[in-house]
């Protein structure tokens, strides 16, 4: 992740948080989810630093923000962190795009912080329960017996849990920068705090608001997810009213690896253009 390079810095509930801006135009935020980190955008962010002023960060506990022992990085603050970035930004009313937990988080920063967007983008979004893999699940339970598992099994059970995200077959140099901010004795820890504190309630106490989202939103799904299946999407499709919903196909939870391309062209219909006051 050597040129992934996050050079500004944050400070959230006395932790660092990195995060970069480039390009100029319109505001677009882009929110990662779980357990990636703002890398996942590193073939959608490129294209749209042309015509965009474009914003992103690493979650508070993920890739170069700062990961601590006793850290709250659940969903419960994950909010609260991107609503004091847009007003650290000073952004009022930007396109957001919004992956997994990221997707949560954009989701609750709306309806909880009253942050407005001009358009939301959510990718197989955690937002309505049931939500966990089997693997989530059975490490909620017995954190402290992960979280001290040696190096080498670390680097073995990360690289699998990450591949079941995506559909085709990845290389292991292509898979490393999603791996690698979760080994060494911070980075292991701080992987099964996550897990640890992943909470449905989170996205409970939001779902009764999706009606009342206040900006057009289009939902992009993968139909080969794995993690999360597609019929939560089309559930999640019915709540928001005049949302739009597209099905990804040849691709599973991590769609910016398995078709960034349907990313891309999903966007460029969707976002008002440059100028445009919509």
Not at 135 to 154: K, L, M, N
């Amino acid at each position: 992740m050597s040129d992934w390079l996050l050079d500004q810095e944050y400070r959230f509930n006395g932790y660092r948080v990195r995060y970069a801006i480039h390009g100029d135009g319109p505001p677009l935020v882009l929110v990662h989810g779980t357990p990636f980190s703002s890398y996942v955008w590193h073939r959608i962010a490129p294209h749209f630093s042309a015509s965009h002023r474009v914003h992103y960060f690493d979650l508070l506990g993920y890739g170069q923000s700062e990961q601590a022992a006793g850290q709250d990085v659940s969903l419960g603050v994950q909010n609260q962190l991107l609503a004091e970035l847009l007003e650290h930004w000073g952004l009022e009313r930007p396109d957001v795009v919004a992956h997994d937990f990221g997707g949560a988080t954009a989701l609750r920063a709306h309806l909880l912080n009253g942050k407005d967007y001009r358009s939301l983008t959510l990718i197989d979004p955690v937002a309505l329960s049931p939500w966990g893999s089997p693997f989530v699940q059975h490490v909620r339970q017995h954190e402290q017996a992960f979280s001290g598992v040696p190096d080498y099994i670390q680097r073995a059970i990360v690289p699998a849990y990450i591949r079941g995200a995506i559909q085709r077959e990845i290389p292991d140099q292509e898979l490393a920068p999603y791996v690698q901010p979760w080994l060494g004795a911070s980075g292991q820890a701080a992987f099964y705090r996550q897990i640890a504190q992943m909470d449905e309630r989170y996205t409970t106490e939001v779902a009764g608001l999706y009606p009342s989202i206040r900006c057009p939103t289009q939902i992009l799904w993968g139909e080969d997810d794995q993690w999360i299946p597609i019929e939560r999407g089309r559930q999640l499709h019915q709540l928001i009213p005049g949302s739009r919903f597209q099905a990804v196909p040849n691709a599973g939870h991590l769609l910016q690896e398995d078709a960034p391309e349907a990313i891309i062209a999903a966007l460029l219909r969707f976002l008002p253009q440059p100028g445009s006051k919509a």
